[in-house]
Every structure is written in C-alpha cells, then in structure tokens.
C-alpha cells in the first residue's frame, strides 16, 4: 500500500509526486553520468574522466534551472531585475555587485526569467569548472551528487547567495595554490554580491596559521570551533 506524499503531509506541501520525481530523475541522471566518467580507480588515483559525459551532466542542470518557475525568492529577483532602472534608491537596496550584474543584463532588454537564468547558468559553470579542474583528485560523480544534493535546488531560490558560493568555490583554487592576493581580490568583489562572502577570509586566515604555526593553528581552530558550536546553540 503506498501513499502520495501529500497525503503524507496532509497538504502542507506545496509540491506534488511529480515534482518529486523530476527532482530524483535530475539528481540520478547527472550522478551517473559523472560516476561512469572516470574510466578507472587505481589505488588512490583517479585517471581520465569524459570531458563530454561530465557537460552534459551539467547541461541537464542547467535546462532545468533556466526554465523553472519556482523558487520562494524568485518573485523579489524578478521584481529587482524589472525595477533595476527606477533610480539610485532602489539601486541601492542589495548588494552593488549583484545590482550591477543586473544592470548590465538589462541593457540587452532580456526578459527576466532570461536574466535570472543567465546568473543560474553561471553559478552551475562555476562548479562545473571546478569539478573539472579537480577530477584527477575527486571521484566526479560523488562531487557532482554533493552539489545537486547540496546547492543545485537551493540555488533555484537563493540566486545571490549560490552565485557568491560558486565564485568562492572556484576561487579556493588560488588559496590552495598560495596565490594570497588573488583570492583576497576575488573574494572582496564577490561581498559585493552577497555580503556572507566575508566569511571566506576565516579559511584564509586559518591556512596562514597552518603554514606558519601549526600550534597557532590547532589552538585557534579549536577555539574557533568551541565559540562557533556555543554561539549556534545559544
């Protein structure tokens, strides 16, 4: 005997069977996809992956999100791309990264589901390339179930936040490669966009530590982690 998952929740879902469906069809499809990628694991290192199975993978991403109507916040990023010519007050009510996006956008008098799903399209590429530059250290469709599960369906609603995220993923590259300056520049301008990028300077912070001091580095993590846990739950 089954049930559907509105009688489950008695209607207080806003979603139907279907949508759910689609949401498992998309997941699943993409994760395969890059799962037979990678034509062979040895030991601890991963070979080549299909440059053109991984695309698609990430194509089947994007057509879903350009063309979706559904999201709690998009109405507002409708209603901010439509408006973004009314003057510098309304300018001036996000983020000025974010609002400058939209004004170059708007110059080319795209309608605004076509907008929104540029900056979506964006977002996927970012991941997209980082998956890629790191398939020789990743098992792909593992990175690729993470994201669709993890950021993918967020981003249909929180467009700013997940850009800001995409850009900050892919710029953790230049930490990594202790090109400092690089990432400082990069995480500055994606603030501009979503002000929650500053937390991007903590894990900056923390690797100066670790490459420095690592007793400096174990005593502030554990510090960091100790007031981070107390704060959440008081």
Known sequence: ?????EEIFKGRIIWDDNTIHLYFFIIVSCYVLGWISQKKIKG???YSYSKSLVFISFLIFSVFLFFRDIGTDLPMYKTIYNNINLGSGFFNSQEPGFMLLNKILSIFYLKDYVAIGILGILTIFLYYKTISENSNKICVGIAILAYGCLFYFQSYSLVRMYLA???LIYASKYLLLRRFKVYIIIVILTILIH???ILAFIPLVFYLLYLNNKRDFIISYIIFFVISYFGANY
Do not use: Q, R, T, W
């Not at 005997?1 to 998952?5: I, K, T, V």
């Open 165 to 167: 995220s995409g850009i």
């Open 1 to 5: 005997m089954s049930f559907s998952l």
């Open 195 to 197: 002000y929650s990028a």
């Open 44 to 46: 601890f290192k991963l």
